[in-house]
């Protein structure tokens, strides 16, 4: 099939300009030596020369398949846009390859090694030279990466979007894409019809706009036109001997040696293009700046704003390692400070590693589970070795799905001292939060129980499977379980450990509570795990010989790291509120305890409990002398209530996150003495020592944009900085971007959450910033005015959300009552006076819930979204239902 010349598109397609249109014509090589091509690409070079501009480099874009260069079109518009306000200027050139959009089709079927070739001759008709960066999706991301590695001295960075280099030996290629390839189908599927072009459209989330969809349909009315449709599907090297396979390896054997700038912006929820195929380019490249849009499917170009992204990488990173490169002029930089001593977190377990006394009691139904230093030293060193044996190096990623207590414990200093890096998604997450975690974590490794196990092998989770407890091999088989945890450490009694890692090593993946939206994965390197050690050693004064009761998840781990003995209690990890009094009180005997960690909603049912306890469980409790609650705000009224069974604890509310576990601290009697100051919001104390905290004022459109300062009664965002600070945000780089905005020299990270600090240097809680309301008053916090409701005697709990435009938005509140109503709906006449009697400011309307909307983790962090959006439904018209 040939004789269809290449044209420009036709005109009116949407945000297409015809300007950017041209016709290329280029000299073939390979198959096509000796003829002449005709490539239609998109090219902002001409507008940029009319304009007098001239451009920083160039952006090479390249589509896949069934799509054209209109897949690119935003980021041709957003690059114009920024040149014209000053900015860099990048000139893109979007090519359609041949057969493909509006460029010329030969009939030539076109395989890896020819695409590469014509894309490489394409530039040089151009005459395109460096700096060029390229950027490709599907599979134009292989073709780019093929011109990358080709073209290394003009090259000056590497963009991708969904695409891949390697498929692993043994598996199946997608499902989509076996259906597409499989005989007949090929050609009725892709070419007779338009089955694989309406199917690949429909993969966009959400669904493409009708002009839109056409304009990618346009290239491809006729079955003589999408011919290289069914070219590209019959080129997928889906087995080692397929014509393509060689060309793919050499392409992904070159990619590991690119040490240029790198960008991959990714839509996990793509069914071609999976996360593996992500985390094997981060292993390629793992310099990589590297963004997953949680929404995001396939088409990332559409459903994401990848273009703003591609645009400030350009600036910060591509433009930054040019200068680098220059040489340097002016005086030297100052020598950077002397790192302080670094003492890994397995140290002080190797310090008692033959001591006999209890280092971690598991609580069991039956009776204490007693570990000794002695045995969980050995335990650790020869997990550590046996995992290395059978595969495990530094820097892989260990999945750990196992309950908390010493067989926990153990397994995670065995990977952080062999180097692992260790996954942490705790199953308060849920089944889908926690199965969007450790897909989006990517573990090499998981080690579970079987119910862990179990729900890795049903939600199709990555990872080579350990098994965490004995199981029959009919078990194991059904499973995938590829190894069990007694033969590792069987492995391991003769084993060599490896070198120890470094501070700067990465150490962990700890995933938020996902309450405000979805869970995030946390890094952390072994020097920042071994400042949150410190900090809390220092701080609450742990000893050896203090003993710690651990109901906690985030703190169930650190008893060996802070050389101490700890207790779990019996509780369902992923239902907080099933910890009872009588189990905390069992595991402070067992431990013979001086701290107490319990969540806030674990704390709820400890108090309701409490009239269980024995003369026995009441004298270990009170030998408690440190009582903290952290992870939520907690009630003065329950706070003390707490305290009440430990009359010889302190009672401590920290306030930190899982991106920096400690940052205040206040005791029952601060939150007492605090109760008289006028201040809005949750009273968390002052910043321990180390920590820093400034506010970044609100403007009057609810956004942190104030420079991060310490001026008292200014409300904000809180901003904190810390030796025990994450790293960053895994694979979430326009997150890590955010979080670091304009926070001036040093390490920092924006909460999101608000509130003020006071004259005496406390700070003050006053909600997320995601729940400030715009009104016409200009920003205002949530919690402030829910503490004043909450004093109505009827009332509970309760939230105050914005409804209408922003701006303008109307103060509405939802309140939980003591005894819950059997519907949702308007609240009575009666309360609805005492509500708005109570309020501080103005409300619409006052509106009744059986119960809040909560996080799954925590039970205690009220959905305020989700409060906002129903509660806008209902003074609308909508239906009632429940939030």
Known sequence: MSGLPARTPPPGLPQLDPAWSRLV????????????????????????????????????????????????????????????????????????????????????????????????AFTAALGLAGPVVTLGHDWGGVVSLGWAVDHRADLAGVALLNTAVHH?????????????????????????????????????RPALPADVAD??????????????????????????????????????????ALDVPALMLWGPRDPVFADRYLDDLADRLPHARVHRFEHAGHLVAEDAPYAPAVLDWLGEEVGTAADDAAPASGPAAPPREPEPEFEPLWARLDARADDDAPAVIGMTADRPLVVSWRLLARRVREIAAGLHAVGVRRGDRVALLVQPGPTLTALVYACLRLGAVVVVADAGLGVRGLSRAERGAQPDYVVGETRGLAAARALGWPGVRIAAEPLPATARAALGVAHRLTDVAELGRSGVLPPEPGPHDEAAVLFTSGSTGPAKGVLYTHAQLSAVRDALAAHFDVTPETGLVTGFAPFALLGPALGTRSATPRMDVSAPRTLTARAVAEAAAASDARIAFLSPAAILNVVATADALTDPDRAALAKIRTFLSTGAPVSERLL??????????????????????????????????????????????????????????????????????????????????????????????????????????????????????????????????????????????????????????????????????????????????????????????????????AAPVPLAAVLVVPAMPTDVRHNSKIDRTRLAAWAERVLTGGRVGRP
């Open 168 to 204: 692993p030996d043994g598996t199946p290629i997608p499902a989509v894409l076996r259906l597409a390839t499989a005989g007949p189908v090929l050609e009725l599927g892709t070419v007779t019809t338009t089955a694989f072009l309406d199917t690949t459209l429909a993969l966009a």
């Open 25 to 120: 014509e280029v000299d073939g090589v390979g198959a096509d030596a000796g003829e002449r091509r005709t490539w239609h690409c998109l090219d902002t070079g001409p507008v940029l020369t009319e304009r007098g501009v001239a451009p920083v480099g160039t952006v090479l874009a390249v589509h896949g398949n069934p799509t054209w260069s209109y897949l690119w079109r935003r980021l041709v518009a957003g690059s114009l846009e920024r040149a014209a306000r000053g900015g860099p200027a990048w000139r893109v050139v979007a090519v359609d390859q041949l057969e493909m959009g509006w460029s010329q089709r030969t009939g030539t079927r076109r395989d890896l090694a020819q695409r590469v070739a014509d894309l490489g």
């Open 640 to 837: 003390a209530s707490t305290a009440a069974l430990m009359p010889h604890a302190t009672a401590h509310t920290p306030y930190g996150m899982t991106e920096c576990l400690l940052v205040t601290d206040v005791t029952l009697e601060g939150i007492r003495a605090a109760a008289a100051a006028p201040d809005a919001g949750v009273c968390v104390g002052v910043p321990v020592p180390g920590v820093q905290v400034r506010i970044s004022a609100l403007d009057s459109d609810g956004a942190a944009t104030g420079e991060p300062g310490t001026e008292a009664g200014v409300l904000g965002e809180v901003v904190v900085g810390a030796p025990h600070l994450k790293q960053r945000y895994d694979r979430l780089w326009l997150t890590d971007r955010a979080a670091e905005r304009e926070t001036g020299p040093g390490r920092w990270h924006r909460t999101g959450d608000v509130g003020h600090l006071d004259a005496a240097g406390r700070l003050w809680i006053e909600g997320r910033l995601a729940h400030v309301l715009t009104t016409p008053d200009g920003p205002l916090a949530p919690v402030g005015p829910e503490q004043h409701v909450e004093r109505v005697a009827a009332v509970r709990r309760a939230a105050v959300v914005g409804v209408g435009p922003a701006g303008v938005q109307q103060a509405v509140a939802v309140v939980e009552l003591r005894a819950a109503p059997r519907r949702a709906g308007l609240a009575d006449a009666e309360l609805a006076a005492a509500v708005r009697a």
């Open 215 to 256: 304009a990618y349909r346009a290239p491809y009315r006729s079955a003589d036109r999408r011919d290289g449709i069914g070219g590209f599907v019959a080129d997928i090297p889906a087995e080692a001997s397929h014509p393509s396979a060689p060309e793919l390896d050499r392409v992904a054997t070159g990619v590991a």
